[in-house]
């Protein structure tokens, strides 16, 4: 019988994945014959991390298994996890073994005073996400490079819809673009595993899964991500073009909401942010006389 357990169907995706994205050759197998998958089979795998395939199928599957530390070690070893990527599977599958849980605990995320202060003390861009990538607090500088939150609506104020708005996303072509997306993507999906039944991620997911085959593309290779950093170009009218730095910081809770932050080592960026901070501030001066 099929179990219904919301952590299990996880688990069996995140392992069909990992799985698709093994080549024999990786593995040390040959490739042999005509194949009707890229990736490793089902039963290549299950030979690999020692598992009879009906188990492993079933685990792929979603249905009732409850598998060891050590089987979830051997899958790790056969499917080539990085670290990050096995203590997810740990993760998933350790609360697939448990009751499906009780959703009672979900309260909205709240930024402390404390860190909204903070966040006005940095001169550099930053804004404060929820888990699900919610757009909870920013700064000045934040509001100078990327636009005013106050021209969207709160629902939509959220980093992955952001990046898959088609009005907003002109520079898709750049390189940038779909590491950027999939490190956000990577982060909704290790929000994802610590409840995936939760309104907010089915309501972001399913939407984006509707209305966009890229995403859809690029949610279906389950990476994770826990905290990332990257850099990014952003084109700002009357400044030019700004090569940022950028990192998220975890903030308090379990799982709490993460800070973003956007930096430029001294030199021609450094110089560019400055000046956007004081076009902003002279705009903002001109509104509030």
């Known amino acids: 019988m ?7 169907r996880e688990l069996g995706d995140f392992l069909r994945a990992r799985r698709n994205r093994l080549r024999p050759r990786d593995v040390g197998l040959e490739p042999g014959g005509r194949r009707k998958v890229a990736g490793l089979r089902r039963e290549e795998l299950a030979m690999l991390a020692g598992l009879s395939t009906d188990y492993y199928q079933r685990m792929e599957q979603g249905r009732e298994v409850r598998p060891s530390d050590d089987v979830l070690d051997s ?11 096995r203590r997810h599977l740990f ?7 448990k009751p499906v849980p009780a959703t009672a605990g979900r309260t909205p995320e709240r930024v402390p005073s404390s860190t909204s202060r903070m966040l006005r003390a940095l001169h550099t861009p930053a804004v404060v996400l929820s888990r699900h990538l919610d757009v909870l607090d920013w700064n000045p ?29 002109g520079d898709r072509g ?11 993507i990577g982060m909704m999906r290790t929000a994802v595993a610590t409840d995936p039944t939760h309104p907010r991620a089915t309501a972001i997911v399913g939407e984006l899964s509707i209305r966009s085959a890229e995403f859809r593309r690029l949610w279906a290779r389950h990476d994770v991500r826990e905290s990332v950093s990257g850099t990014k170009t ?8 700004i090569l940022l730095d950028w ?11 993460v800070m973003l932050v956007y930096t430029a080592p001294s030199g021609p960026d450094a110089d560019r942010l400055q000046l956007l901070a004081s076009l902003h501030a002279s705009r903002a001066g001109q509104h509030h006389p």
């Open 234 to 241: 952003f084109r700002v009218p009357g400044v030019g073009d």
């Open 247 to 257: 990192d998220t910081y975890p903030l308090p809770g379990n799982p709490g909401p």
């Open 174 to 184: 750049c390189p940038d673009w779909e590491r950027q997306a999939l490190e956000y």
């Open 91 to 97: 993760t998933l599958a350790r609360a697939a073994r």
């Open 2 to 8: 099929n179990s219904t357990h919301p952590y299990a």
């Open 75 to 85: 899958l790790a070893s056969a499917l080539a996890l990085d670290e990050e990527e």
């Open 141 to 169: 500088m934040a509001e100078a490079l990327l636009g005013s939150p106050a021209d969207y609506p709160p629902d939509r104020l959220n980093m992955l819809l952001l990046m898959f708005e088609d009005t907003l996303t």
